[in-house]
């Protein structure tokens, strides 16, 4: 594989994880948050309803999950395409 076609695959692969974890971070934060959380109203967690904490913690919480696993998951990429720091 030439260093072009390397660095295409690399910076696709590299796309691909941040407009999946933006999509997820979406979901969380304004899907659950925001749009689902008269649905959620019910279910209490911590003294609280389940879209208020969404809203207030569990988009946080998620995004610092996605913060853990894009560092790993580019760890993995890097190894693979020859670009690692060592």
Do not use: C
Not at 11 to 18: D, G, S
Not at 35 to 50: E, F, H, K, Q, Y
Not at 66 to 77: C, G, V
């Amino acid at each position: 594989m030439s260093d072009d076609q390397n660095g295409n695959a690399y910076w696709k692969a590299n796309l691909r994880i941040i407009i999946w974890s933006l999509i997820i971070w979406a979901i969380v934060s304004f899907g659950f948050g925001i749009l689902l959380r008269p649905m959620l109203a019910g279910i209490s967690v911590g003294g609280t309803d389940l879209g208020f904490w969404f809203a207030q913690q569990g988009s946080i919480l998620v995004f610092l999950g996605l913060i853990f696993f894009y560092a790993w998951r580019m760890n993995k990429l890097d190894a693979e395409h020859g670009v690692n720091e060592q």
